[in-house]
């Protein structure tokens, strides 16, 4: 069974940092393309930051430029989403996701002006 489980979401001010943690288990980690979305309420989810494991390439929205990096660990099976420079515009559930149609549960980001 694949899964995928989110953490490191939470409360932060603008112009903090979090870093998002996807554990991914139940399939080969370097086959997939893995990345992140979000859904602010009221808005259509998109994509903000996706990584190729097999290699390395990566591919986000402008919005993100300088402030989000994706990174991944083959050994954990694990994705990163480090972003700093937070916005309120930032606030979204973000999801966790790999080709194939696989989405996590996802996580709270909530950035306070």
């Known amino acids: 069974e694949v899964q995928l489980v989110e953490s490191g979401g939470g409360l932060v001010q603008a112009g903090g940092s979090l870093r998002l943690s996807c554990a991914a288990s139940?399939?080969?980690?370097?086959?997939?393309?893995i990345g992140w979305f979000r859904q602010a309420p009221g808005k259509e989810r998109e994509g903000v930051y996706c990584i190729s494991p097999t290699d390395g390439s990566t591919d986000y929205i402008d919005s993100v430029k300088g402030r989000f990096t994706i990174s991944s660990d083959s050994a954990k099976n694990t994705v990163y989403l480090q972003m700093n420079g937070l916005k309120s515009e930032d606030t979204a559930v973000y999801y966790c996701y790999a080709a194939g149609n696989y989405w996590g549960q996802g996580t709270q980001v909530t950035v306070s002006s």
């Open positions: 139940g399939f080969t980690f370097d086959d997939y393309a």
